[in-house]
Each structure stands twice: as structure tokens, then as C-alpha cells.
């Protein structure tokens, strides 16, 4: 029996969620992440945000966790300020939180190109679930 190739259509899943919830958040403008020269080479940096937030764009109630943010800084290391606010942006966005660690991943090697980096999502529990999400690079 052969299958036939079908064009990928946009469905809606039984719950309710499409592809519009799942692609929410990916390209909306943030604020840029700001750098500085980095003064050493081969140390760590780990930076952690016990207070991120976001809003689920399916159900539209906030998603509360905590970013750690872990790297080995190239020739640039992350400002600190500009990371604040562009990562306090998240509480107005629409964004799952496997898309938002990604993004956050994604956002930070493109401003600081470090030689490598983690990105972790730990998530408070709703409706009796919690999620941890991990993103590397590279």
C-alpha cells in the first residue's frame, strides 16, 4: 500500500490549541539584550530570574517560573539591565514555555555569541504539573 504525501494542514487539537498558539511569541518585537567586552576568557557566568512570567496564549492566565540563564561568555558578556528588561517584556507575551526558553536561548547567542550556552525553565505547577525546559547552544 503506498501513502500519498499530504500538505500539512492547520488543525485544531481536541483541547482547542492550533498552530496559532503554538507559533505565538516567536517573532514578537522585544527589547534588545545589550552587551559588554568581555575582559577574560574561559569562566562562567550564571545568571538567575526567580520572577519571569508570561501569559499561556491558549488559556490567556500567567505562566510564572524561574530563567537561569548559564554561559561561557566569546568576546561579549550580557548587560544586565538591558537582560532585565527585556526579559520582563515576557509578562505582556503570549508564549509557551518550551517556545519562550528557546527564544530567550536564540536572543542571547545573537547578542553575546558565547561559546556556548544554557538555558533553563523551571515552571510552576498548574493543574498539578510542572515542566522544566532545557535549550543549549551549541
Not at 550564571?46 to 496564549?57: G, L, M, Q, V, W
Not at 561561557?72 to 532585565?84: A, D, I, R, T
Amino acid at each position: 500500500m503506498k501513502h500519498k504525501a499530504t500538505k500539512r494542514t492547520s488543525r485544531t487539537t481536541t483541547l482547542g490549541y492550533n498552530e496559532n498558539h503554538a507559533k505565538s511569541g516567536i517573532t514578537a518585537p522585544l527589547p534588545d539584550i545589550e552587551t559588554f567586552p568581555s575582559q577574560y576568557k574561559g569562566y562562567e557566568i550564571t545568571i538567575t530570574i526567580p520572577e519571569y512570567t508570561a501569559i499561556c496564549p491558549k488559556t490567556g492566565l500567567p505562566d510564572f517560573g524561574t530563567i537561569t540563564l548559564h554561559y561561557m561568555p566569546g568576546k561579549e558578556c550580557l548587560e544586565l539591565k538591558s537582560l532585565k528588561m527585556y526579559l520582563h517584556a515576557y509578562r505582556n507575551l503570549g508564549i509557551f514555555y518550551e517556545n519562550a526558553v528557546n527564544r530567550i536561548l536564540h536572543d542571547i547567542v545573537t547578542a553575546s555569541k558565547p561559546v556556548w550556552a544554557k538555558v533553563t525553565g523551571e515552571f510552576t505547577a498548574r493543574g498539578g504539573l510542572s515542566s522544566k525546559i532545557e535549550a543549549t547552544y551549541p
